[in-house]
């Protein structure tokens, strides 16, 4: 007959139980945590005022940005409108959202926006001094000192010509830095100027946010007036080359027309009952060469008629809807909230560490 251990039942009991999380366990627990934060309590506090104070200077520090924003309306009619609208009901209408993508790529050219930086204005923020925008621009964001390095000195850099062709390497860089400043690079996170439509109602949107409302406003409106002259200028070019040659080929034909016809009138005159065949020749000559002419002009005529439709019925319109007025939109950290912000996050680093370290010790202790 095998041994039985009569306590085999009771230990067994005892190691199920052990292995039970029961709710007494977890208060303790849970009162163990509470002590040791108590405990370190003021190492809590420690790092909610340095992350709190951080944060608030930082905010309190920061200059506001005023964000001036245009709105405007293009419309292609250079071709294919009733086509694309037909396309557009189908979902298929992608030239028009291709010129719309066109006129933003072009509003962040270089062309476009170098123009608007050597362009002269006066602003209020720096004494009404007369000066280029680049050089309000960086002076108001202070970018001489963000460009200065142990191997570049911009300090109070300022351009002092706006020929391209006349720069320096140094200004070349300059020009390429703040041009990446504006329209973005992949190191620009948030430039000071942007392009953007609404894919539903195809209206653009043009932004420049500045330290200066002045300035925002007349970046702003300076760009559409560049980008409306310079897309008109280009699309219509071809056209309104085809419309100066026929008015010149028109002028031309009517030119000799009225020195034939002066001719034959200063024959007739001169040589009145015309018998004589080789005059009457030379009469018909002239008659037929008339005739030649008018057929001529009557079709040039018709051509300039029909380059001069095309081009005003082709002509894009580029049209304002809403242009930004003081006082525009003004975007900065509230000071409170990123106190707030400072509290929470060095409260819950500090609580973080703290119970990862009871953790680890205790681990090590069992």
């Known amino acids: ?11 067994t009991s005892h190691t199920e139980q052990d292995g039970d999380l029961t709710l007494k366990d977890v208060l303790y627990t849970l009162m163990e945590f509470w002590r ?7 190492w809590i506090v420690l790092a909610s005022l340095i992350f709190a ?11 506001p940005m005023f964000d001036a924003k245009l709105t405007y309306l293009f419309n292609d009619n250079s071709g294919g409108g009733a086509l694309s609208g037909l396309l557009g009901s189908f979902g298929l209408g992608g030239e028009d959202k291709a010129n719309l993508n066109r006129v933003l790529e072009l509003s962040k050219s270089r062309n476009i926006i170098q123009k608007i930086l050597f362009t002269k204005v006066e602003l209020d923020t720096l004494g009404k001094k007369e000066d280029y925008i680049a050089n309000y621009l960086i002076a108001l964001h202070r970018y001489d000192k963000l460009w200065t390095n142990e191997n570049s000195d911009y300090t109070d850099f300022r351009f002092n010509s706006g020929n391209i062709n006349d720069f320096s390497r140094k200004e070349l860089n300059a020009l390429k ?22 894919k539903s109602t195809g209206i653009l949107t043009i932004s420049t946010k ?11 409106t300076q760009v559409f007036n560049e980008l409306r002259t310079y897309y008109l200028d280009n699309i219509t070019k071809g056209s309104q080359n085809t419309l100066t040659f026929t008015k010149e080929k028109t002028d031309s034909v009517y030119h000799l027309l009225r020195i034939k016809e002066t001719q034959l009138s200063k024959f007739d005159d001169s040589h009145r009952n015309l018998a004589d ?11 037929t060469e008339i005739l030649k002419l008018k057929a001529m002009y009557a079709e ?49 680093l500090a609580f973080t560490i703290i119970s990862g370290r009871k953790i680890v010790l205790d681990a090590l202790k069992s």
């Not at 830095?177 to 609404?198: A, R």
């Not at 065949?277 to 008659?287: H, S, V, Y």
């Not at 002509?315 to 900065?332: K, W, Y």
Request: proline letters at 7%; aromatic letters at 8%.
């Open 177 to 198: 830095m703040l041009y990446g400043l504006i329209v973005g690079t992949p190191s620009v996170k948030e430039p000071l100027f942007t392009n953007s439509f609404d």
């Open 300 to 348: 040039v005529t018709k051509n300039r008629e029909l380059a001069d439709f095309r081009l005003n019925s082709g002509l894009p319109e580029i049209v304002i809807i809403d242009e930004p007025i003081p006082p525009v939109g003004m975007s900065a950290p509230s000071l409170i909230i990123e106190i707030i912000k400072g509290i929470l996050f060095g409260g819950l």
């Open 36 to 42: 040791e934060l108590w405990r370190r309590k003021w």
């Open 277 to 287: 065949p080789g005059l009457l020749t030379q009469r018909k000559m002239l008659e």
């Open 1 to 11: 007959m095998s041994d039985i251990n009569p306590n085999a039942h009771t230990n």
């Open 53 to 63: 104070s951080f944060l608030g200077y930082k905010a309190y520090n920061t200059t």
């Open 210 to 220: 500045t330290v200066d409302e002045d300035l925002s406003i007349l970046m702003s």
